[in-house]
């Protein structure tokens, strides 16, 4: 079996811009100073509580713990009122077809919660394409190996037959710590020069080349 786990925003839809907005709101919300939107995406993929603890280091914990919360309201106020817009990136769903018709097995591992990645996959008719769904609701935050090492067992694949599919230095470091080959990405949140220092090795630059790079 072989086995390709794929990140979700950044890789697979752009999350960018709820993202932004709910942290915005989050952090106004619990009397904290707005993070710059580039240092908002820095952080994409990476667990609620461990995103807010790097963007406001200094705060103190309650308020940290108020954001965390009022990040979840603010998200969740967007997907009930139909302004939630996480698209997929051009070539993303013909490349996850491509990979599954040569016989790979897919599954994600991502900071979202398990309500948003469903929701997420279900709005654009993928939730069917996944064997194994990892989320920051059930393993500790990447970088840390859980989420592949938890896909690897439900999927019965081994470490050797797997990649780990990201656009962030943190999928990188994850592959790396769960003896999985890391695949990056350059359409997302990190650098390619980023994604290859952090363990990448091979970055593709379009989503139609994951088929070349994953024969």
């Known amino acids: 079996m072989r086995l390709a786990v ?3 925003d950044g890789t697979l839809v752009d999350g960018q811009a709820p993202i932004c907005n709910s942290m915005e709101t989050a952090f106004a919300s619990a009397g904290l100073p707005a993070p710059e939107r580039h240092t908002i995406r820095r ?3 990476l667990s609620l509580p461990q995103a807010v603890r790097l963007l406001a280091p200094e ?3 309650e308020r940290r713990r108020h954001a965390v919360e009022a990040y979840k ?3 969740r106020a967007c997907r009930l009122d139909g302004t939630l817009e996480e698209p997929l ?3 993303i769903a013909e490349a996850i077809a491509g990979l599954a ?3 790979w097995t897919l599954g994600v591992a991502t900071g979202k919660s398990d309500r948003g990645l469903t929701s997420c996959l279900a709005t654009h008719g993928l939730a069917e394409r996944f ?3 990892q989320t920051a609701d059930r393993h500790p935050s990447k970088p840390h190996p859980a989420m592949l090492e938890a896909a690897l067992a439900e999927a019965g694949a081994l470490a050797d037959d797997a990649v780990m599919i990201g656009d962030t230095t943190f999928d990188m470091e994850m592959a790396r710590a ?3 080959r890391a695949v990056g990405v350059a359409w997302g949140y990190h650098s390619e020069d980023e994604l290859r220092e952090a363990g990448a090795a091979l970055v593709a630059s379009h989503p139609a080349e994951l088929e070349e790079l994953l024969p």
Do not use: M, P
């Open 89 to 91: 990136f051009d070539g």
């Open 6 to 8: 794929f990140d979700c």
């Open 178 to 180: 769960a003896g999985v």
């Open 101 to 103: 018709g040569r016989g």
């Open 73 to 75: 309201e603010a998200f």
């Open 43 to 45: 952080i994409v993929g």
């Open 59 to 61: 705060a103190e914990e």
């Open 131 to 133: 064997v194994t769904l």
